[in-house]
């Protein structure tokens, strides 16, 4: 770790909504818990017009009001603002770093600071070429003092766009020094499912084929696309979750243990992962993968008629897919991924299916009796199930199941912000839990295949299904085929019910 004496934290698209939605709660709590270098300050920049004072006053109504802070964090409001600055700039315009430049000039004897500085790149995708740019000939990032930088996703629109941006950023930038966000890699129980399988000797031995009949992994949402229409009609639901997101959920789930939990280790992994996958060809595209668009329900808009979407868009909103990892621990189980917006509920949870006991000595209850299984819920309601055998109670021996649970929140565990954990460790100079450039493009080079089929095939199926439905009824034919069903939980989840199937 390399955790600064002092830094600056100079945020672009500081009026945005990522800015007061996520960065600005986190940040207030990293300071509320004085988990930030001893002389910290930050800059926000954008094209909105503001000074010091009226910016301090712009995100004050915010933060006032932000449901992620407590009572106490609030307390600390007007203490924060006083280390947050504000520069006018247009971020597509280099010669008007050098008004950030001065900014930065400014402040520096204040918080004796010669140089460090942390760039949050918080604005439209369209700005990730310009701002290194710009921030090298500006000649800001010639001054002595570490420079990193944060981007947000998505990096790249396919694999040629993310090889020139990774292309441009390491030209200015270190690798060490990038940290492409991920914010599922920053949630504590992605991360736990690491402890759950490397920390324990109760899983990690029956964390296979011997073992494991099938996985799914699941991400939905019950929002549409709300005001995104521009960006998330250029993107759909692969791009937008399933490139990323749902890789690295699938990365943790199937990786071997690295040999040490550093930053090399740990992302080695991850990219072997990506590299067993099976090749994404062509039959195998057109037979593993459904694309589904929400419609018209009696009690939501269809996606074609949601603001800035064109009647015949043909974005996915939900994308399923079964795939395969061709190596000893994983070969010939699938595993069942599956995002989409307008959903029954929100979940994001990992369901490990184990295989039956091969014993037929008790009789079921019922028929469909589905098995053992692991639940590793994401969110929300965090926590873990564990559904096992067990006698049903009563005369006779037949086979039933119960459900033993852990909830992160009845066992008052608070499970933290992704932001908050990803800001700290940026600021410390940790980039374990970001993406790694050949990372980036692994996983590009594997959706490129899926993107360059489907511009190749137009006619091929996207499925409508009604917005608050599961999804198009050609997505359980494809679980079907292993003779499984999607595990869809109930609405109503809760603290004390984590389980609850459909
Ligand atoms: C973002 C996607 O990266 O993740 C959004 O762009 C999605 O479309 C969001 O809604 C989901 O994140 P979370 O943390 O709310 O599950």
């Not at 007007?78 to 950030?100: G, N, R, W």
């Not at 199926?461 to 079907?480: C, F, M, R, S, V």
Request: glycine share 6%; proline share 5%.
């Amino acid at each position: 770790m390399n955790m600064p004496k002092s830094l600056f934290l100079v945020i672009f698209g500081a009026s945005g909504d990522l800015t007061r939605r996520k960065l600005m709660p986190s940040l207030v709590k990293i300071f509320f818990q004085k988990r930030s270098p001893e002389n910290f300050a930050i800059i926000g920049t954008a094209r909105s017009v503001y000074d010091d004072e009226s910016y301090r006053g712009y995100l004050r109504q915010y933060l006032q009001t932000s449901p992620s802070l407590s009572e106490e964090e609030r307390g600390c409001i007007e203490d924060f603002l006083k280390i947050v600055y504000y520069q006018t700039i247009d971020p597509a315009e280099c010669s008007s770093y050098l008004m950030l430049d001065a900014k930065i000039e400014s402040l520096s004897t204040e918080y004796d600071n010669s140089g460090n500085l942390l760039f949050y790149l918080a604005t439209p995708p369209s700005l990730y070429e310009i701002i290194p740019e710009c921030l090298s000939k500006s000649g800001i990032l010639k001054k002595k003092g570490l420079k990193r930088i944060i981007v947000e996703k998505p990096f790249g629109y396919d694999l040629k766009s993310a090889k020139k941006l990774n292309s441009i950023y390491s030209k200015y930038f270190k690798e060490e020094d990038i940290y492409r966000i991920d914010h599922f890699l920053g949630k504590e129980t992605v991360q736990n499912i690491m402890v759950t399988r490397f920390g324990s000797t109760i899983y990690e031995p029956i964390w296979n084929r011997n073992y494991i009949d099938y996985v799914e992994i699941t991400a939905v949402e019950n929002m549409g696309i709300e005001n995104r229409g521009g960006y998330y009609d250029h993107a759909g639901a692969l791009r937008d979750m399933v490139q990323n997101h749902l890789m690295q959920l699938l990365a943790l789930t199937a990786m071997e243990p690295p040999a040490r939990f550093d930053k090399d280790s740990f992302r080695n992994e991850v990219i072997k992962v990506y590299q067993s996958i099976s090749d994404f060809s062509e039959s195998y595209i057109k037979d593993n993968i459904i694309r589904g668009q929400y419609t018209e329900s009696e009690t939501s808009k269809g996606y074609r008629q949601e603001k800035g979407i064109g009647a015949d868009s043909r974005t996915d909103t939900y994308i399923a897919m079964c795939l395969y990892i061709d190596n000893w621990r994983w070969e010939g189980v699938p595993f069942f991924i599956r995002t989409g917006k307008n959903m029954p509920t929100k979940v994001t949870e990992i369901v490990v299916h184990f295989k039956p006991a091969p014993l037929k000595m008790f009789k079921l209850r019922d028929e469909h009796r589905s098995g053992e299984k692991l639940i590793l819920r994401i969110q929300p309601n965090e926590g873990i199930v564990q559904r096992v055998a067990m006698k049903s109670p009563g005369s006779g021996f037949f086979l039933g199941n119960m459900e033993m649970e852990f909830s992160y929140e009845k066992s008052r565990y608070n499970t933290g912000d992704a932001y908050v954990r990803l800001i700290e460790d940026s600021i410390a100079g940790d980039p374990t839990l970001f993406t790694r450039q050949d990372a980036v493009e692994q996983s590009w080079e594997m959706f490129d295949k899926i993107l360059e089929y489907w511009d190749k095939h137009p006619d091929t199926h996207l499925y409508g299904y009604p917005a608050g439905t599961w999804g198009p009824k050609e997505a359980d034919e494809l679980i079907a085929k292993v003779g499984a069903e999607w595990t869809n939980p109930c609405k109503n989840l809760t603290n004390s019910n984590l389980y609850c199937e459909l």
